[in-house]
């Protein structure tokens, strides 16, 4: 969560994580030592089978939410650097994309086969939304498999803090209230407790809406029993009771826990789905709340809403496909306008592109087919006798042309490039290149000079 934060700062040395003990620590270390770990482990794993491989051997997948912007997904890169994965063996893919490829895949493979119905509007030159529902985020995307048989997106990703952890939220909210001031103290001081509930609340979470119940029974161990206070409970709900070392919620009052992930992720969902729209794929932890799904059907009961055995491992199994055939998606919805600044030391060859002192290399909101690659050229004026020039490019996620006074610029990556002497006739010219590489864009800049590039 702290990477889907706003205006966070993701260097190394400032971006901090802190425990449940208050003991804070680099970002970078802790999501580095992650993956180290998952690393570790199936090499061990392998080598127990009698598997002997390298790393440069195995293509890595991280898998990110959509709605992340390029400088997390860039810190996810570093964390994987960090923990021995090289850049050239590393594959982003996006959690809802990879969602859809999984279902597009078992569609294709699977159910056909088994003559299952479920998965029937998720067929070829189909459009369909993929909401992906974690714990802290839900990220959700629209995609339309094309006659090839790969993905396109054809909506840019939404979504936000709705997660399942919003339940968690409202529910430790009220025990909060009920053990008083010193309450995280308390909790500190029994953890292993504190643990257990919040493992039996993940259950009941999802259980809640399945079958007819008046009463939600979560276990609580003795030093809860004792602390929390009776009388404030009751200012909850008269009916919630402690009995036999159980926590007994009417059924109603829990499921006000409920109300502000779904009223978020229904919102999400309305400005996806449109009437093109057939299909509604769940998929994510949270997806296997049975309140969630029912809220989804009767907010859109026109719609095929599926969420498929074991969502919550959806984009695991998606990722796999996705990291075996790249190819499977097609293009994405570019997020952020992407352009530079000319001055008087250059100008676009292309003037029409040249808008408000800001000339525009990719538009937010417009598809870009992934691995092809668009060139830009300028004019480097004839007067300008620099020996090196910078050419930058900045990003800005502003929903119209930005100008280049814009304040939500951001700088992307610049060029330090020789500039030739000019002699005789001719021009010089700066040539950028600009490519969707996966999740991420791939630049490159080179400089002419008469017949010759630099």
């Keep these: 969560m702290k990477l889907y934060e706003k205006n966070v ?101 699977e159910y056909h086969k088994s003559g299952c119905q479920d998965l029937i509007n998720f067929d070829f030159c189909s459009e369909f939304v993929v909401a992906d529902l974690g714990g802290g985020t839900i990220d959700i995307t629209t995609n339309k498999i094309l006659p090839c048989g790969s993905l396109k997106e054809i909506k840019s990703a939404r979504g936000g803090d709705y997660g399942g952890s919003m339940v968690d939220r409202g529910f430790f909210d009220f ?36 079958v007819t119940q008046k009463c939600v029974s979560l276990t609580i161990a003795p030093a809860f029993e004792q602390k929390i206070d009776r009388s404030k409970m009751k200012e909850h709900n008269d009916r919630i009771q402690i009995r036999f070392g159980k926590l007994m919620i009417p059924v109603e009052y829990f499921q006000s826990f409920f109300r502000k992930p779904i009223e978020g992720i229904l919102r999400c969902l309305e400005e996806a789905v449109t009437d093109e729209i057939k299909s509604i794929l769940l998929v994510g932890g949270f997806a296997n709340s049975k309140l969630i799904y029912q809220a989804v059907k009767e907010k859109f009961p026109s719609k095929h809403v599926y969420c498929p055995p074991d969502a919550d491992l959806s984009v695991l199994k998606g990722a796999v496909i996705y990291g075996h055939n790249p190819d499977l998606v097609a293009s994405r919805i570019c997020r952020v306008w992407l352009g530079v600044i000319p001055n008087e ?43 090196t020039f910078r050419l930058t490019v900045f990003s800005s996620e502003s929903d119209c042309l930005p100008t280049s006074t814009s304040e939500d610029l951001h700088h992307v990556i610049h060029f330090d490039l020789h500039l030739p002497e000019l002699k005789g006739a001719g021009k010089r010219m700066i040539e950028l290149a600009i490519k969707l590489k996966g999740t991420q864009f791939d630049f490159k800049a080179r400089v002419k000079t008469r017949s010759s590039w630099v």
Excluded at 87 to 109: G, Q, R, T, W
Excluded at 346 to 354: A, E, T
């Design 9 to 109: 700062t993701l260097e190394n040395t400032e971006l901090l994580l802190e425990d449940d003990q208050d003991r804070k620590k680099p970002a970078l270390i802790v999501f580095a030592d992650c993956i180290r770990s998952l690393k570790e482990n199936l090499f061990n794993k392998l080598q127990e089978q009698g598997v002997n491989i390298s790393t440069d051997q195995v293509r890595f997948i991280l898998t990110v939410p959509a709605i992340w912007d390029d400088e997390s997904r860039g810190f996810m890169i570093n964390a994987a650097n960090e923990a021995g994965i090289q850049k050239k063996h590393l594959l982003l893919s996006l959690e809802p994309e990879a969602a859809a490829v999984l279902c597009k895949e078992h569609h294709v493979d």
């Design 175 to 210: 025990l909060k209230d009920c053990i008083g001031s010193n309450y995280d103290d308390f909790i500190r001081e029994h953890l292993p407790e504190f643990h257990g509930l919040r493992h039996d609340l993940e259950i009941k979470k999802r259980q809640t809406g399945e």
């Design 345 to 387: 030391d250059f100008s676009p060859v292309k003037k029409k592109d040249f808008k408000n002192n800001f000339y525009a290399l990719t538009q937010k909101g417009q598809p870009i087919t992934i691995d092809a690659r668009n060139y830009h050229r300028f004019i480097v004026d004839e007067n300008c006798d620099k020996e």
